[in-house]
DNA sequence: TGCTTTGATACGCGATTGCGTATTAACTTG
DNA sequence: CAAGTTAATACGCAATCGCGTATCAAAGCA
């Protein structure tokens, strides 16, 4: 299952997802990046205005990271194999 | 050539691979986006305050986009093959 | 040697962040 | 049902965004 991060709302989204598959709750993660529930909040809401940081410490606090591939996926994964 | 993107700063660094690849200016670059030529100046310099939205604009006027791996790839792509 | 292009940086501005703290609605559960 | 948990939302605050506009050094080129 591969999560494509296109916009703030997907990304958003996929905290949420993440978060959840985890068995964690808004303020559990939130302490582990140091930063408040009502932080995660609105990250998982999707707001455009979230600092760039806070979803690099998100996915990191979840044990994530974002790769980047060619939207037309002509080059990038090519290059694993 | 799998590029990873674990903070504001490798981000910064990506776009302006990418831009350099693409032959375009940080001006054109953010005519593409809508936002001014010190807003790429910034987010290249890996500002990690830098907004989201800000960088998946860049991502998409690039022909760019992220997708979400898991950090010891013990899932993630795997589910590609 | 100029002239242009590129990218970093600045000022004032309005908007919005994340912070600390707190509240509240919607659930869950004993 | 009462108590607790979770997540959305709010207020005042300092900080910083991106905007419009502009400047300037470095580099490229006629």
Redesign the pocket.
Known sequence: MVDLVRSPRMAGALVRKAR?AQDL???ELAARM????????????G?P???MA?LFDALAALGLELAVTARDGKSGFQDMF
């Open positions: 959840l709750t808004q303020k140091n930063v408040r529930q009502a932080t995660i909040s609105k990250l998982e809401s707001e205005a979230t600092r806070v």
